[in-house]
């Protein structure tokens, strides 16, 4: 029973969420702030979507191997904390052991159960050091595969996310007509991704959704209004 409990894994998903909200979120803001800010100075679409462009895939490959780099250094940092709980269990057992006969303390075993439980975890090295690593430190093991995964779906979430802002750029030779359109694109955006993302977090939906808004809007706002700033003063 044990054992097969030790290996019970709950992967993917979460981190999955995770990578994707991150992405998109970046995806959504950024690029929009910068269209909005350098439509405030140029009146020519294609110039706003070029740029907005170029902006999604330096900040897609950015993103992109910022988690990757996350995903590795979180692999890493596993394995050397595991390395570490496999020494102590060659070299000081019976402080290990009391620490897992602590632990399952805190979760009302008592004895004589308790001796017996500690035993059995500790009859497998293997089965013992992963305890210690979910129970004393937090830690689950990573997917091997996690990097690539998480470089894919954050730099792939960043470019979906970037597509709403700009679109309009796209279709609307007047810049600042575009924008009217894009800010209309992206609040709808804003706005579902926000609730999705307060679903999937199990937190109010409709206050997801307008923080999510509220913080793209401030940072569109506040390119835009120096963009024109600057624009007047040059």
């Known amino acids: 029973m044990l054992q097969a409990a030790s290996h019970e894994r709950h992967r993917g998903g979460p981190q999955t969420i995770r990578d994707l909200v991150l992405g998109m979120a970046d995806g959504l803001t950024v690029p929009f702030a910068l269209a909005a800010g350098v439509t405030g100075a140029i009146a020519a679409s294609k110039i706003v979507l070029t740029a907005g462009l170029a902006e999604i895939v330096a900040g897609a490959i950015s993103m992109g191997l910022g988690g990757y780099l996350a995903a590795r250094s979180e692999l890493a940092h596993y394995n050397k904390e595991y390395a570490r709980e496999v020494r102590e269990t060659h070299e ?89 359109w894009s800010i209309v694109f992206t609040t709808f955006a804003l706005l579902v991704f926000g609730a999705v993302r307060a679903r999937v977090l199990a937190t109010p939906v409709l206050l997801g959704a307008l923080q999510t808004w509220f913080i793209g809007a401030l940072a569109a706002g506040v390119a835009y209004a120096l963009a024109r700033l600057v624009n007047h003063a040059v």
């Open 92 to 180: 000081i057992p019976n402080e290990e052991k009391a620490e897992v006969a602590q632990i399952l303390h805190d979760y009302g075993v008592r004895e004589p159960t308790l001796s017996r439980v500690v035993n059995e975890i500790a009859s497998d090295r293997e089965q013992w050091v992963e305890f210690m690593m979910r129970n004393e430190l937090g830690l689950e093991r990573p997917d091997d595969r996690a990097a690539p995964r998480s470089a894919i779906l954050v730099g792939g979430g960043y470019v979906l996310g970037g597509i709403f802002p700009l679109a309009p750029y796209a279709l609307v030779h007047d810049a600042h007509q575009a924008l009217t």
